[in-house]
């Protein structure tokens, strides 16, 4: 198998494990609510802690990571997160917790303008709608392995501080790997020879992009769909009267159903392009605008009564999500030179984390006031903005 491919499983195996550390307090937040006495607007500060350090630790570590490399980058900022997590493990007030989401959110910044970086140096055109759907679907698989494993640690132990230590500790195994696998310089097709001796774009020169704009809005208004679900969920079915053991049944289904959509989203526009012949920013944007249609479903779980009929609901918006935010994070690479594509990535990183925090003291102020209903619309509606922003400002000429 062509290196390519394992640099790609690795970029999974990253994606994973980021997920599986922000996704330990989410699975935890209905005991250590009960157990701490916190409100949803209490835990909405733990969750906002996170995603302000998590949006401006991507707009860093995008331009740091197309200064310093893609190898090293991500190596040091897999060991930095993974450190914080199993510090975690020590947290016993609110502020303590904050402040350990806090720094967790500045070291995972790095994981997606990263993945994005590497997937620019690897792969060719036609194969980068697949490399990206395979590493950002390790998100869904982080979600949907983190309540089966993070209540059997808890139930192993008795207690839910191990679980931090157990999985802050996966992030060491992968660094390890990660750089005993990707020993020299990058050998993929389309390496970019600018970028070894070029310093990236400007900020001013991509300030004035549409595409880049088109990107950045793109993820602003449709990522903090995908982190309601990822943080909240939980919370949600227990406040429909859903035990958090008895709803675990179901709690992997929309995770599940987003990596399915990662991976029908990113083969279906490569299919398109090398089988078909599509110009790639046609193809890309066949797939935003089917997604965020199917992500309009999700206000139909404002008014459903059964666990089945939420979980389908959740799962069908989160399918279509990820098909769409699959095309939304490979438009760097098909638009910049890869000396600006970590850059690119985490402007819009960073933008989607200033939606994400907006929206996150939103959703527990209105939670707490009145319920989940009003969240539910405006969620499956915002996104129909971003299919707007990807039309309009997204031009069709992919950089040469």
Request: charged share 10%; no cysteine.
């Amino acid at each position: 198998m062509p290196l390519r491919w394992w640099i790609a499983a690795l970029l999974f195996a990253s994606t994973v494990i980021n997920y599986l550390d922000r996704q330990t307090l989410s699975v935890l937040a209905p005991r250590l609510k009960t157990e701490f006495g916190w409100t949803n607007s209490d835990f909405a500060l733990i969750v906002m802690a996170f995603r302000a350090a998590y949006a401006l630790g991507q707009l860093g570590a995008g331009r740091w990571l197309d200064r310093v490399g893609t190898r090293r980058g991500l190596a040091i900022s897999v060991t930095a997160y993974s450190a914080v997590a199993m510090a975690t493990s020590t947290a016993s007030s609110l502020a303590g917790f904050a402040a350990f989401r806090f720094l967790l959110g500045l070291g995972e910044g790095a994981n997606w303008p990263g993945a994005a970086k590497a997937v620019s140096e690897w792969f060719p055109r036609a194969q980068r709608g697949v490399a990206v759907a395979i590493y950002d679907s390790g998100s869904a698989i982080g979600g949907a392995v983190a309540p089966a494993m993070i209540l059997g640690l808890v139930a192993w132990w008795g207690n839910w501080r191990p679980s931090f230590i157990v999985v802050g500790a996966l992030g060491f195994v992968w660094v390890a790997v990660w750089l005993s696998v990707w020993r020299g310089g990058v050998t993929g097709p389309e390496v970019d020879a600018e970028a070894a001796v070029l310093p990236p774009l400007s900020w001013r020169e991509l300030a004035g992009s549409r595409a880049a704009w088109g990107i950045i809005l793109a993820r602003a208004l449709s990522d903090p769909v995908w982190f309601f679900v990822s943080d909240w969920f939980a919370v949600f079915l227990v406040s429909r009267g859903f035990a958090l053991e008895q709803s675990a049944s179901g709690f992997w289904a929309p995770f599940l159903a987003a990596d399915l959509g990662n991976l029908a989203g990113g083969g279906f526009s490569s299919w398109l392009i090398a089988r078909r012949g599509w110009p790639v920013a046609r193809a890309r944007k066949l797939v935003v605008i089917l997604g965020g249609l199917g992500m309009t479903l999700l206000a139909g779980a404002a008014w459903a009564e059964s666990f089945v009929a939420l979980v389908a609901l959740f799962a069908v918006s989160t399918f279509s999500y990820a098909a769409l935010s699959t095309m939304i994070l490979t438009l760097p690479a098909d638009l910049f030179p890869s000396r600006a594509v970590a850059t690119v990535s985490g402007m819009s990183g960073f933008a989607a984390g200033v939606g994400t925090i907006l929206t996150t003291f939103l959703i527990g102020a209105v939670a707490d006031r009145y319920s989940f209903a009003p969240v539910l619309v405006a969620a499956s509606l915002v996104p129909l903005a971003a299919v707007a922003a990807v039309w309009w400002l997204i031009e069709g000429g992919e950089r040469r």
